[in-house]
């Protein structure tokens, strides 16, 4: 379980365990708890990353949540376009 206090503790409190979240269109009370900045552990092309402080509305347009993930290694030579 992520640490209390960042964002993917809370995210994770969310009864769908994946979930896709268009931030232009969230409406109160969920907008203003995305108007704090909180830690958050995004994954993309560097891994492991340090925790960074996160205004999730202000940083993204849509959130992709995924309760649970594990690393998949390097990617077969046909979805690499070789």
């Given at each position: 379980m ?12 969310v ?7 268009d ?11 995305l ?5 958050t552990?995004?994954?993309?092309t ?7 402080v996160?205004?999730l509305?202000?940083s993204s ?5 995924f309760?649970y ?14």
């Amino acid at each position: 379980m992520p640490a209390r206090g960042t964002n993917e503790y809370i995210l994770d409190l969310v009864p769908h365990p994946d979930h896709l979240l268009d931030l232009r269109t969230v409406r109160q009370p969920a907008r203003e708890w995305l108007t704090e900045a909180r830690p958050t552990r995004e994954i993309g092309t560097e891994w492991p990353g340090a925790p960074a402080v996160t205004w999730l509305l202000r940083s993204s347009d849509l959130l992709i949540h995924f309760h649970y993930m594990t690393p998949r290694g390097s990617c077969p030579s046909r979805v690499r376009g070789r």
